[in-house]
């Protein structure tokens, strides 16, 4: 009776003991807490292109007044700069070959530049990361300058025979290869803008040069696949995301529209129909179509920075009272969603996948740049919840390097020059590692 009466009096307490201590979830350990998983084997990387960072090489910039000079002296520092990117825990790693090394004379190709990239592409193999070949990133051979770059076409011959040559040499150790970068952005910087060599301010040229540059990577990709039918192929497209300024004003929806038609969408379009348009209102160039053109692409490449927003009178301006890079560029991580799904109705059509093939910022105090990687990685992982099969992330950029007409200023490295990896550069790495954002950065970094 006694026990009865104890037990009676107790039972519940105890009952409430065990519930509180089912209830009592077992602490997750930090880090290792993912929150935003990817899909497996996504490709994790950082991108980089030759004239950038190599150093010593002599082109049609070079030879125009824009000269990188020692550039970041990679040409030195590559299986150091290999072994940090290796450190970052990355699978994989974009670069570009220059042409004006390879073949400095028309038809004169050089042992000692393609031993240069053979050590290259030996140093990636021995740290595990897989190599995205560029082979045409914005420059030129001093030769091909002379007979008046892409304006003529014949560039697109002779660019085939350095495709050719490239390809056979170095199959064996590259599957992903990206014809040309960012066509749009080289026609209109080099011959609308006329920011960069030949400094020409036409656009009907600067049409003329992406429909040459159209034709050189359709034929690029047939090449190509003729030489190693299991090779992926594809370019890479800057995607400018182009808001009308003022929104319910109509000229500056109508500008924003034709640009982003002819900028954005024009190659793509291109290619899934087969049929070549690259016009815009009063210029046009247009062919019937080429059934070489179409699907010419095994992947989707995008390089995504911001948004721009478009004046009536065609300026591209940086939104008022946003957070800015230190190049003064909106920091907008939705755009890279926006962005995917732009990609998505094309790479839908073929059946392909998507490769960022280029995301970054400039940022000399390292200040932004982590909270800008993670939130828009965040977006990467939203798309891919939607279906969107992107499988690859490329940052630009693995070190500071020349930027362009910049110059050195702009620092979008995850390493400095003097190979010290940045703090923003270790929360990357942990990205990588787990192939996922965990609590801890989400937490931290998003909102
Ligand atoms: C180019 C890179 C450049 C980066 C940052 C991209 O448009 O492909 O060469 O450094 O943007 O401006």
Known sequence: MKFRAYFNRLFPIFLIMVLVACNKKVPEPENNNKMYQFSDNFLWGAATSSYQIEGGIVNDWSTSGIDAGKASDHFNNYRKDFQIAGELNTNSYRFSIEWARIEPEKGNFSDEAVNFYKNILKELRKNNLEPMLTLHHFTNPVWV?????WENEKTIQDFLEYVDFIVNEFKDDVDIWITINEPNVLAFKSFDAGEWPPFKKDRKTALKVM???????????HLIHKIDSAAKVGFAQHIALLYPNWSINPVDQLMAYFQNKVFNQSYWQSIISGELNISIPGL????PFNQKLKDTMDFIGVNYYTRWMVTSSGKQITKTGVPVTDLDWEIYPQGILETLRMADKYAKKLDIPIYITENGLDDRKDTKRAEYIVSHLKKVWEAQQEGINVKAYMYWSLIDNFEWAEGFEPEFGLMNKERKLRESAKIYA????DNAINKKLANKYLD
Do not use: D, T, V
């Open 430 to 433: 942990e990205i990588a590692k």
């Open 284 to 287: 046009e160039i247009k062919e």
């Open 145 to 149: 300058k002379e007979q008046g770059g």
């Open 211 to 221: 429909r040459n540059l159209l034709i050189a990577h359709a034929k690029s990709y």
